[in-house]
């Protein structure tokens, strides 16, 4: 196996690499801790690698790779938030549950967490310009 040569670039390779401006590398350097070879000269494999970790830490929220949470682990994490949403929404709808009976109650509380558990519909607009039918 061969091994991977170290590529040693300027700042503006990088940037190029990054899709972002030269400032904008130089800060990552200072304020988020990217690693660089020497004043003005960075490995830009390295980089590449920080800067994957460094965009997925920013989307997702996590450390690293997510944490080396497993799939499952995940889903349950996220079934677990949406549960407690689901639940902040019961005072709101208690009001209603007083003199029911179970059955009733229950219908209500599906009925309440179907509607948590329902993507958010995105209103989209066509224009459609001065056409008339």
Same mark, same amino acid.
């Given at each position: 196996?061969? $091994?991977?040569? *170290?590529?040693?670039?300027?700042?503006?390779?990088?940037?190029?690499?990054?899709?972002? =401006?030269?400032?904008?590398?130089?800060? #990552?350097?200072?304020?988020?801790?990217? *690693?660089?070879?020497? $004043?003005?000269?960075?490995? #830009?494999?390295?980089?590449?690698?920080?800067?994957? %970790?460094?965009?997925?830490? *920013?989307?997702?929220?996590?450390?690293? @790779?997510?944490?080396?949470?497993?799939?499952?682990?995940?889903?349950?994490?996220?079934? $677990? %938030?949406?549960? *407690?949403? !689901?639940?902040?929404?019961?005072?709101?709808? %208690? @009001?209603?549950?007083? =003199? #029911?009976? %179970?059955? !009733?109650? $229950?219908?209500? #509380?599906?009925?309440?967490?179907?509607?948590?558990?329902?993507?958010?519909?995105?209103?989209?607009?066509?224009?459609?310009?001065?056409?008339?039918?």
């Amino acid at each position: 196996m061969a $091994r991977e040569k *170290k590529q040693f670039v300027t700042v503006d390779k990088v940037a190029e690499a990054f899709g972002i =401006s030269e400032r904008q590398v130089q800060r #990552l350097v200072i304020y988020e801790g990217m *690693k660089r070879v020497d $004043r003005g000269r960075y490995n #830009l494999n390295a980089c590449l690698v920080w800067y994957v %970790a460094f965009l997925h830490k *920013k989307v997702c929220g996590c450390v690293g @790779p997510c944490d080396g949470i497993t799939p499952e682990e995940r889903a349950a994490t996220n079934a $677990r %938030a949406e549960h *407690k949403k !689901a639940l902040k929404e019961i005072p709101s709808i %208690a @009001p209603e549950l007083v =003199s #029911l009976k %179970a059955a !009733a109650i $229950r219908k209500i #509380l599906l009925h309440a967490v179907e509607e948590i558990y329902q993507p958010e519909e995105v209103e989209e607009t066509v224009d459609v310009g001065d056409e008339t039918d």
